[in-house]
């Protein structure tokens, strides 16, 4: 068998635009023949799925699942081009079968090369899905949450399908108590977590990124240097302010949306009460679909615009 070089993948890459490990697999495949693995790649159609690598690719699912012992639970976020796609039973399939295999693998990179119940390595999924059903597509994100003693729940908002959805949220509680009270309190939490108009960014004020934190303390304090206080006032409402924002943006601290006048914290010690042994949150997950993706403007869109103005 021919020597595989890297002279030897990056020329049928350049012939074939295909991905460098599918084109280091074509000439495996095919003894080192550059010929033989380009019509390789075709039949696969994975020299065309590379050309589509540049497209913006926001749109997609969220798939999420929890494992049958209920102690552990998975949220994924695989991406297409158009919510047109999303409806596709394959693209859907593609991305429960992810979720199941990322049930086992945590990191994001381990889940890309492991493979399915199926047998199939999910990047290979991935790459499939792109030639078959003609847009770019990736496996953006993944996140596990896991308990030793307790209950993790899943709430699935804008379902799309079984399992499926745009917008998942995980939330695990921590106790010995009740296992079916601390799944529904955590599902009620993270209902509260899909819909509360302001998202939480952290389980506590201790877990919040400190430039998050830096950058919100930097505002305040602009704003309050320019309502002309003397500046020892203006660093007590800055104080004050930061406290009030951290009490929005912190779940334990944050108004629960199904009872206002009871905090996520509230919520918890009156559940530790209900199931009979001490309850903590031990952490949460939101994925809401496109969220943070920089999203080019419509080729064909902007091409309309150009000739409507023209005419």
């Known amino acids: 068998m021919a020597e595989i070089t890297a002279a030897l993948v990056k020329e049928l890459r350049e012939k074939t635009d295909a991905g460098?490990?599918?084109?280091?697999?074509?000439?495996?495949?095919?003894?080192?023949?550059?010929?033989?693995?380009?019509?390789?790649?075709?039949?696969?159609?994975?020299?065309?799925?590379?050309?589509?690598?540049d497209r913006a690719a926001a749109e997609g699912l969220v798939a999420g699942l929890v494992s049958g012992d209920g102690k552990t639970g998975v949220l994924i976020e695989l991406n297409a081009e158009t919510d047109f796609v999303a409806k596709n039973e394959k693209f859907q399939d593609a991305a429960r079968r992810i979720a199941a295999t990322?049930?086992?693998?945590?990191?994001?990179?381990?889940?890309?090369?492991?493979?399915?119940?199926?047998?199939?390595?999910?990047?290979?999924?991935?790459?499939?899905?792109?030639?078959?059903?003609?847009?770019?597509m990736r496996l953006r994100r993944s996140e596990r949450l896991s308990v030793e003693n307790g209950a993790v729940a899943l709430y699935l908002h804008n379902v799309q399908g079984e399992g499926v959805a745009r917008l998942g949220v995980l939330v695990a509680l921590e106790?010995?108590?009740?296992?079916?009270?601390?799944?529904?309190?955590?599902?009620?939490i993270a209902m509260h977590v899909a819909g509360t108009p302001t998202p939480p960014l952290a389980l506590t004020s201790s877990d919040l990124d400190p430039e998050a934190v830096a950058k919100e303390r930097e505002i305040q304090t602009q704003t309050a240097m320019e309502s002309g206080k003397p500046r020892e006032i203006a660093e007590k409402m800055v104080e004050g302010r930061i406290r009030k924002w951290q009490e929005e943006v912190v779940l334990l601290k944050q108004p629960f949306v199904m009872n206002p006048d009871q905090t996520i914290e509230q919520l918890i010690e009156?559940?530790?009460?209900?199931?009979?042994?001490?309850?903590?949150?031990?952490?949460?997950?939101?994925?809401a679909l496109g969220e943070g993706v920089e999203k080019k403007a419509d080729d064909f869109a902007a091409e309309v615009a150009s000739m409507t103005s023209a005419s």
């Open 20 to 53: 460098m490990m599918d084109c280091k697999k074509a000439l495996q495949e095919n003894g080192g023949d550059i010929e033989a693995a380009a019509d390789w790649l075709r039949t696969k159609g994975l020299s065309k799925a590379a050309k589509k690598s």
């Open 102 to 136: 990322a049930l086992v693998h945590q990191a994001l990179d381990t889940l890309h090369e492991a493979k399915t119940a199926e047998g199939e390595v999910v990047s290979d999924l991935v790459t499939g899905l792109i030639a078959t059903i003609g847009e770019n």
């Open 175 to 188: 106790g010995a108590g009740d296992q079916a009270v601390l799944k529904e309190v955590g599902r009620k």
């Open 270 to 287: 009156e559940t530790a009460k209900q199931s009979g042994s001490p309850v903590s949150v031990k952490g949460f997950v939101r994925f």
